[in-house]
């Protein structure tokens, strides 16, 4: 809801010729990040709806940065259907002292902050309300040692919830990279993303379409299983650039199922690198 203007002259009309007119300043929820973290961007991997490829894309693009010679960062924000540290066979518990929660690392040297970590089991359920999930991603940002990161990709869960929001109000935000699929409703989805990024005044970087075609493993010719896609009309109606089109890889879906995402050198996320912030 909007800030009732705090001047007492004002006719609450109309804010013309008011003097305080333009003056307001949105309200600031930045969280403090913990002490031991020094981290340059935040960069928000979000989707409208889920199973679109959202972690696939942000361990592609982690894997991406870290083989540039970056210092590297996950904060696996989907706190319901967590799917980072299985992608990269993480287990076992984080560990903690006086200075904060230690994320772990991947084999590729990506560190990774998940409540995978700090659950009994990878299979017990997480069932809380939104403001609790909204807290716990908070706290990865402001209690995790992070230490020094060049780019800390959050994996968000779907859709235009508490946590996203949360996020996005949160965490100090470079920009997102929105997933998508080539589906029905998927206008409608990505400019609800787009939209909400809009709103929280959070640049969009592009957009990335997975599931665009799966390889004939006979002719090689692409076979378009969900029909025609139309990213790039509805790219340039919001004028986003779209800078991956993902098959359905085999070979990359055995990678990510069997724990060795750190494999994956993900040749369609290319252009999704180049707009990365300095
Ligand atoms: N291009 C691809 N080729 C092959 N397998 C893929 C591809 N993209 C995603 N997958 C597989 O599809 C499944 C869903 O992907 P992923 O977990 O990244 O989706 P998501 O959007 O993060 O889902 P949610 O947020 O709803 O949990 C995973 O098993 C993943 O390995």
Redesign the pocket.
Known sequence: MAKECSNSSCSKSSCEGCASKGKSEPQNFLAPANIFSDIKHVIG?V?G???????????SLANAMAAKGYKVGILDA?IT???IPK?YGLTGAAQADDNGIYPMETTNGIKVMSINLLLPTEDTPVIWRGPVLANMVKQFWTDVVWDKIDYLFV????GTGDVPLTVFQSLPIDGIVI?SSPQDLVKMIVKKAYNMAEMMKIPVLGIVE???YVKCPDCGKPIKIFGESHIDEIAAELNVPVVGK????????S???SGV?DQINNE?IVKAVEVMPE
Do not use: C, L
């Open positions: 991997v989707s709806k889920g199973g679109v490829g959202k972690s696939f894309v942000t361990g989907d259907g967590p799917s992608m994996d968000m869960p779907p997933v997975n599931y665009s993902m098959p359905i890889d085999m070979d990359y879906a990678k990510s199922d995402f369609y």
